[in-house]
């Protein structure tokens, strides 16, 4: 086939975790010519038009999509799918209805509440324009992290996004402070101290597949530290925080109930959110055991050196043989 492996254009500007994406397209890239296939490489910006010329001239009979923000923001990365859903063109990677929806973290937990599925309680979105309304006291947890409603990769996580119990009464204002400087929407949701997991889903022609589950370790973390994974934790190679954070698969048999609810709610978000591609979701499990859904990630970074590559290799499979597995599983659509 003739594959398009299309990706969000950069500038020089661009944050390291922005830069990310052209590690992930050369590894695209290879594998699809490893597995017998042409590729054209394409960026995308917002000038959609220009971008659809580029696409009608190369005539693939299917996208790649790594399309992961457009003009520095991720609440656009949904634009790309949808022209693609115009064309005609089938891709790989989640539709741009799921893409919106898993983007959208706050709309995401709504979902998932109404799905039935445990997410920490949120206080929001806000806007910076205006407050937000607090819940009662009596509900209110001994922390808050506050994050970002569309940006992803960790962006805005740090020792700052965490505010205590006492400090709640100032919360609304501290989120309309710091939503400019979290893509323009921000929430705050219920720390949950505990363990934290990411468990990562393959597509393929039989259906989704849940790769082994994954445990961030935070090495070295005293009372002191959050035990967060934040922004410095994966982008900046100079940090504490990025050479004590490895990952772990391996758990002894006590952990084995708690594992299977793991994969199973993963897979039950996967239906939930009509998930297609690859996809990570993101777990805390508190002090009993209980897991709780921070986030889904229905583009997840696909890096050879990210935690969805590790969990391919973990589950027995090749680097190829997962971008094979994506490709397969897209239904076949004449275009043009």
Request: hydrophobic share 45%; net charge negative; charged share 20%.
């Amino acid at each position: 086939m003739r594959i398009a492996v299309v990706h969000n254009a950069l500038s020089n500007q661009s944050s390291p975790d922005e830069q990310d994406v052209l590690v992930q397209a050369d590894a695209v890239t290879a594998a699809l010519e490893r597995l017998g296939h042409t590729t054209v490489r394409l960026t995308c910006d917002l000038n959609l038009f220009a971008v659809q010329k580029q696409l009608v001239a190369a005539r693939p009979d299917l996208v790649f999509n790594l399309v992961e923000s457009l003009a520095g923001t991720g609440r656009l990365l949904h634009f790309f799918p949808s022209l693609l859903d115009a064309l005609g063109l089938p891709y790989a990677g989640a539709s741009a209805e799921a893409l919106f929806l898993t983007s959208n973290k706050a709309l995401a937990k709504q979902r998932l509440s109404a799905g039935g599925l445990a997410t920490p309680a949120w206080v929001g979105p806000c806007d910076g324009r205006r407050l937000c309304k607090l819940p009662p006291k009596e509900t209110w947890p001994d922390r808050w992290i506050i994050k970002s409603v569309w940006e992803h990769a960790s962006i805005g996580l740090d020792e700052q996004a965490l505010v205590t119990r006492a400090e709640t009464p100032g919360l609304p204002e501290r989120l309309r402070r710091r939503a400019p400087y979290l893509g323009g929407h921000c929430f705050a949701e219920t720390f949950i101290e505990g363990r934290e997991f990411n468990l990562s889903v393959l597509d393929g022609p039989q259906g989704p597949r849940v790769l082994p589950p994954a445990e961030i370790i935070f090495e070295g973390y005293g009372d002191d530290r959050a035990r967060i994974v934040d922004y410095n934790a994966k982008w900046d190679e100079s940090s504490y925080a990025y050479h004590h954070t490895p990952r772990r698969f391996d758990f002894g048999p006590e952990d084995g109930p708690l594992l299977q609810r793991l994969q199973d709610q993963a897979l039950a978000c996967w239906e939930l959110f009509d998930l297609s591609g690859y996809a990570r979701v993101d777990f805390r499990v508190d002090l009993s055991d209980r897991p709780w859904i921070l986030e889904i990630n229905a583009n997840p970074c696909i890096a050879p050196d990210a935690g969805f590559a590790a969990a391919i290799a973990r589950g027995g499979l090749s680097y190829d043989a997962a971008i094979g597995a994506v490709i397969a599983a897209v239904p076949r659509v004449t275009a043009f």
